[in-house]
């Protein structure tokens, strides 16, 4: 039997095709990262009382989403032409698929904040800023995807470190996330006149939880294309 090889060229053209895709999820991460900072200035100005800034901002990270969405299918046409010469094909699909979902529930998050802005307003102000926390922590998260992204084709030691950085800081979040919820939840059994209110900032904080862990799922993505390429 044959023994299966591959040929000089088809290595380079594999080597520059993986190259290129590195780069182009690291710029739909960075369109994402923008999403991540705006979400987090619509935390801080709804703890500020600034609720119509709040109802306003999302339309900001809706084109955002959208920016991400159009370069996402762009890049999933390349990675279509390049399958041939790619073996971990799966990976960057996975990647690109989980991108695309990451962007499109920040874009869910923010619209969650706007349309209940007059009401979330309502709770604690120390409960608020928790939240912020949170957005904050998320905040972080998507920059250590980026950060690790643009390092993959340059020093793959440094980006697994940098993967290696959001999945701690995922666990972070369910801590700070599961201490609010209870903190929440006691409020709303000690008082029925702002029941709505905790109950959209509970929910609200369950799918930004859900949004970290997301982020965490893509660290992994990350992870194993530079396993694959080591």
Not at 66 to 91: G, H
Not at 135 to 156: F, H, P, T
Not at 184 to 205: C, D, G, H, N, T
Request: glycine content about 4%; aromatic content about 8%; proline content about 1%.
């Amino acid at each position: 039997m044959a023994e299966e090889y591959f040929r000089p060229d088809e290595m380079i053209n594999q080597s520059i095709a993986e190259m290129n895709l590195t780069e182009e999820i690291a710029g739909i991460i960075d369109i994402i990262t923008k999403e991540g900072l705006r979400l987090t200035e619509l935390f801080n100005a709804l703890c500020g009382g600034k609720v119509e800034l709040v109802k306003k901002g999302y339309e900001y990270i809706r084109s955002l989403k959208e920016d991400a969405q159009l370069k996402k299918e762009k890049t999933m046409e390349y990675l279509v032409r390049v399958a041939p010469s790619l073996l971990n094909r799966e990976i960057y699909t996975f990647a690109l698929y989980h991108l695309d979902t990451l962007s499109q529930q920040l874009d869910e998050l923010a619209f969650k904040l706007s349309i209940a802005a007059s009401e979330l307003s309502k709770v604690d102000g120390d409960i608020c800023l928790e939240a912020t926390r949170v957005a904050q922590k998320l905040k972080e998260m998507l920059d250590y995807l980026l950060a690790g992204a643009k390092s993959i084709n340059v020093n793959r030691t440094k980006a697994l470190e940098l993967t290696n950085r959001v999945i701690n800081y995922e666990n972070d979040v369910d801590i700070v996330y599961r201490s609010l919820e209870q903190r929440i939840i006691e409020k709303m059994a000690q008082s029925k006149e702002f029941l709505l209110a905790y109950s959209l900032m509970r929910e609200v904080l369950s799918f930004a939880e859900g949004t970290a862990d997301l982020a965490r799922d893509i660290a992994y993505d990350l992870k194993y294309i530079v396993f694959y390429r080591k």
